[in-house]
């Protein structure tokens, strides 16, 4: 699932959103481990929500920056979404978002496109399906159940 490097944004639009995804990361809250990430969602409405990673000495209640921008597109009534574009401080490589934000992306549908983007402004796209191949869907709730379980 390799994918090519696109040396630079192939539109406006993505300049935009890249830009917006960098200016994000310069509020992460990261005392703990100075990992910047921001997010720039772009909503089908055509208004960017930007998140950044938030740290708490408990860790395991640290928010990511995809979640942080999600959680305030869906606060502000959005649903339906076009892109994310994520980025770190990371030089060489690319951040991708981590198991609990592909989760939670595929609440709003697997046809997600997700930009990679390293501090040179290069990236990757990836659809949230290619990352979440198995994803657990609001479809998987819908499937009939058994009414029984083999037990020994």
């Not at 574009?85 to 609990?100: L, N």
């Amino acid at each position: 699932m390799e994918k090519e490097i696109v040396p630079a944004p192939s539109s406006t639009e993505l300049e935009e959103l890249f830009l917006a995804a960098h200016s994000a990361k310069h509020k992460a809250y990261c005392p703990y481990s100075n990992f910047r990430v921001g997010a720039a969602l772009l909503a089908s409405s055509g208004k960017t929500y930007l998140g950044c990673n938030i740290e708490n000495a408990s860790y395991a209640l640290a928010t990511c920056a995809e979640r942080t921008a999600l959680v305030k597109a869906v606060s502000e009534g959005e649903d339906s979404f076009k892109k994310i574009a994520i980025t770190s401080d990371v030089e060489f490589g690319f951040t991708g978002p981590c198991g609990s934000c592909r989760q939670t992306l595929a609440e709003f549908g697997l046809d997600l496109d997700v930009y990679l983007v390293n501090p040179k402004n290069e990236s990757k796209l990836y659809k949230l399906h290619e990352l979440l191949p198995i994803a657990f869907t609001p479809r998987d709730l819908e499937k009939h159940r058994a009414s029984h379980d083999i037990v020994e």
